[in-house]
């Protein structure tokens, strides 16, 4: 069996996401390193640097437009401006969290570390262009903001807005999920393009509802009527940098797959207009 490497060009692409893994990695591993009673001032500073030097990492990318990965990843303008907004999200959060990390102590590198990959979630989600890549880059991000809405633990509201969280999250993905199973079953990619060539200007009943499940799903994610019941209490039990950081960039990291799929998969098709005017009603 033939196992073809990604090359250079095709990695080059993942600049920022792996600047920013990396930098998750090192601040983890120097916690580990550091003894208890030292300062995790430093640790705040390796987290800002690793997000300048992903943002530095990014600008290089603006009019690239470029795909690797065998079409799996996009980069263009879009993608860009929203990896520059996640990574300023995370860098406004992590400044305002200071106070926050002093109250959890000896756990301020691993929140620390949560963010940075959480950040790369969301950057992956920006950037994909095909239904698993989506997906797990979903759960990366879901995961990771499930344990960071409860990191104040010792709080009920906090552990129960991180249990509503995890619970109503997985449920909308399994739900888009189902969805993302439905369009393979009707195109027989998951690439994005090659399920739009398959897409025919009047959609079977299969394709509408896998498109259902799909506005229902990516609804819960960017908290869209009638979908947006989890925010409250989420928002509520959360810390406050955390709900700071799931009004903005979770939100974002949503529509950006918002407008990967319905923009790419329904580009010049007649039923793209009914899709789009959906999603105006439900914000």
């Known amino acids: 069996m033939n196992v073809a490497f990604p090359n250079l060009v095709d990695v080059s692409l993942l600049t920022p996401e792996i600047i920013l ?6 601040i983890l591993i ?3 390193l550091m003894p208890p009673t030292a300062s995790r001032q430093s640790l705040l500073t390796g987290a800002l640097l690793a997000l300048a030097a992903a943002a530095i990492a990014s600008f290089t990318l603006l009019n690239r437009n470029a795909a690797g990965f065998g ?9 860009v401006f929203f990896k520059l907004l996640f990574l300023l999200a995370a860098a406004l959060v992590l400044l305002a969290a200071e106070n926050f990390t002093e109250q959890v102590g000896v ?19 920006a950037s994909t262009n095909e239904l698993m890549s989506i997906y797990l880059s979903l759960e990366i991000t879901s995961l990771s903001l499930a344990f960071l809405a409860t990191w104040a633990k010792k709080e009920a509201r906090s552990s129960e807005a ?4 995890f619970v109503l999250s997985a449920i909308s993905s399994s739900i888009l ?37 799909l506005v229902a799903g990516l609804g819960f994610k960017i908290a869209a009527v009638p979908f947006q019941m989890w925010t409250p209490d989420v928002y509520e039990g959360a810390p406050t940098p955390i709900t700071a950081y799931l009004s903005v960039a979770s939100k974002a990291a949503g529509l950006a797959v918002v407008i990967r799929i319905f ?15 959906l999603f105006v009603v439900c914000r």
Do not use: H
């Open 21 to 26: 893994a990396l930098g998750g990695c090192i």
């Open 30 to 32: 120097a916690d580990l």
């Open 71 to 79: 079409g799996m990843l996009v980069i263009d303008n879009v993608s």
């Open 107 to 125: 756990y301020a590198a691993e929140f620390y570390g949560l963010l940075l990959i959480c950040t790369v979630g969301m950057m992956l989600m």
């Open 162 to 165: 991180g249990l509503k969280f």
């Open 177 to 213: 999920l189902f969805g993302m199973a439905l369009l393979y079953g009707i195109s027989g990619s998951t690439n994005l393009r090659q399920i739009g060539q398959v897409l025919t200007t009047q959609a079977s009943p299969a394709g509408l509802l896998a498109m259902s499940m």
């Open 263 to 277: 923009d790419v998969a329904l580009a010049g098709r007649s039923i793209q207009g009914a899709w789009i005017d």
